[in-house]
């Protein structure tokens, strides 16, 4: 799927260049296709376009753009099915967009490409600990729930036992289904706001169907541990406790991925990189939507 396109002396030119091959990104594509537009371009920074689902090992992926229910990974295969044969580049990363010129980079250098259209569908992604004003040391086992699924899904690969999970979003469930794919069962579950984010009876469910214990008014103070994560400092409506844990997983809070964003008439957003975090069918569907609109304009 990946084609060569930097390191060259001349700028392409294309009709359309959408940025992100996640299921915004790749419905925009195909939809460009059926509507006869085909100088399109996609670029995705990973060496294989899928977006979030390659890493969802759970179900319920599919039905909003194919009427099909399938894991995270097959949802993501099924959207690779859907491009084949259409120019989409992986493992080519966006550094750039200036006045219709994006400026891409791959294993081969970097070059330049031009379009009438630009399509921003590069999703969002979780708060690191950085922004998060968690003290404490750092060893290891402090990750997001994207971490946590290449690690169980992609590389089958347990980095503790008994974790605590900071947040209550959908996400942070999803972070409990992926635990229990190799057997991770988390201490806990914690929440700074009165209530949980996710809706009802998600902690209901959490504590009596997962054995997950769920925590509001509490906040993560700090993290121990030399090397591996030993236990966490939280406040809990005002008083200070210490839960003892081998890992901390840090969901939610999503920021979109908007440092390509320009002010500019020819750069047109979907998908997670606008708006309140939405599921992976409804990004589809917004991706459909503004290639339609897209391709009216160029008309």
Not at 21 to 50: I, K, M, N, Y
Not at 102 to 130: D, F, M, W, Y
């Amino acid at each position: 799927m990946s084609k060569p396109s930097c390191g060259r002396s001349s700028v392409e030119r294309r009709d359309v260049v959408i940025v992100g091959g996640g299921p915004a990104g790749l419905a925009a594509a195909r939809h460009f296709a059926d509507l006869g537009v085909t100088s399109v371009t996609v670029f995705e920074r990973e060496q294989e376009a899928g977006g979030i689902p390659r890493h969802c090992g759970h179900t319920g992926f599919g039905w909003e753009s194919h009427r099909r229910i399938w894991t995270g990974p097959g949802y993501a295969a099924a959207l690779r099915r859907d491009v084949e044969g259409l120019d989409v580049r992986t493992g080519h990363t966006v550094l750039k967009i200036e006045n219709g010129v994006l400026r891409v980079q791959n294993s081969e250098g970097v070059g330049e490409i031009a379009a009438k259209q630009i399509l921003l569908a590069t999703g969002t992604r979780e708060t690191p600990r950085s922004a998060r004003f968690v003290g404490g040391s750092r060893p290891r086992g402090v990750m997001n729930t994207g971490a946590l699924q290449a690690h169980v899904y992609l590389h089958k690969h347990r980095p503790f036992e008994r974790p605590l999970i900071v947040g209550t979003e959908l996400v942070s469930f999803s972070a409990i289904l992926t635990c229990r794919h190799l057997g991770i069962r988390p201490v806990a579950m914690i929440e700074e706001n009165a209530r949980i984010t996710a809706p009802w009876p998600g902690a209901l469910v959490a504590r009596l169907v997962f054995g997950v214990p769920v925590s509001t008014r509490t906040r993560l103070l700090a993290i121990e541990g030399r090397e591996q994560t030993e236990a966490v400092q939280v406040l809990q409506e005002g008083r200070q406790m210490r839960i003892a844990c081998d890992g901390v997983i840090l969901t939610g809070r999503f920021v979109p991925e908007a440092s390509l964003l320009a002010t500019s008439p020819k750069v047109l957003l979907a998908g997670n990189v606008q708006g309140a975090v939405k599921t992976s069918g409804r990004c589809w569907r917004e991706g459909w939507v503004a290639a339609q609109k897209i391709a009216r304009s160029l008309t």
